[in-house]
């Protein structure tokens, strides 16, 4: 594996997993079912993701990192729960683009980019879908 795409595809990783853990303290501390069960989903795409990224990295020559990024404790670090499913948002944002990034240093086919493919659209849907379902959801609690 090249050594700019593991680095990148490990970026990643680390960053999955810290959405994870994002995702897990913002679950414990939302009261509103629904909001619970979307933020769930959201974060067993996460864990997913990280899965799927280690296999890949593995399975294709490089070795996984076993770190977390830091977005986690940026996350919790927040008041409110509006701001902290705001700074989620962007985190997703910052996760379809570092995943195009990657995109670019894979070979124009095989596993990697297809993963890669997949893993962005889903960033990106799940940017425009959760924006939505953010403010719908935070309307209802206010």
Same mark, same amino acid.
């Given at each position: 594996m090249?050594?700019?795409?593991?680095?990148?595809?490990?970026?990643?990783?680390?960053?999955?997993?810290?959405?994870?853990?994002?995702?897990?303290?913002?679950?414990?501390?939302?009261?509103?079912?629904?909001?619970?069960?979307?933020?769930a989903g959201s974060r067993a795409?996460?864990? %997913?993701?990280?899965?799927?990224?280690?296999?890949?990295?593995?399975?294709n020559g490089g070795k996984p990192s076993s770190g977390v990024g830091p977005f986690a404790r940026?996350?919790?670090?927040?008041?409110?729960?509006?701001?902290?499913?705001?700074?989620?948002?962007?985190?997703?944002?910052?996760?379809? %683009?570092?995943t195009e990034v990657a995109l670019a240093l894979a070979a124009a086919d095989g596993p990697i980019h297809d993963y890669l493919t997949a893993m962005a659209n889903r960033h990106r849907a799940e940017v425009e879908w959760g924006r939505a379902e953010v403010i719908r959801l935070t309307s209802l609690s206010s």
């Open positions: 090249d050594a700019a795409l593991e680095k990148a595809l490990n970026l990643l990783l680390e960053s999955e997993r810290a959405g994870v853990l994002a995702l897990d303290k913002l679950i414990a501390d939302v009261k509103q079912d629904e909001l619970k069960k979307f933020l795409m996460e864990q %997913r993701n990280a899965e799927e990224l280690e296999s890949l990295i593995r399975d940026k996350v919790a670090a927040l008041g409110s729960i509006r701001d902290r499913l705001n700074l989620m948002s962007r985190g997703q944002e910052w996760a379809a %683009r570092k």
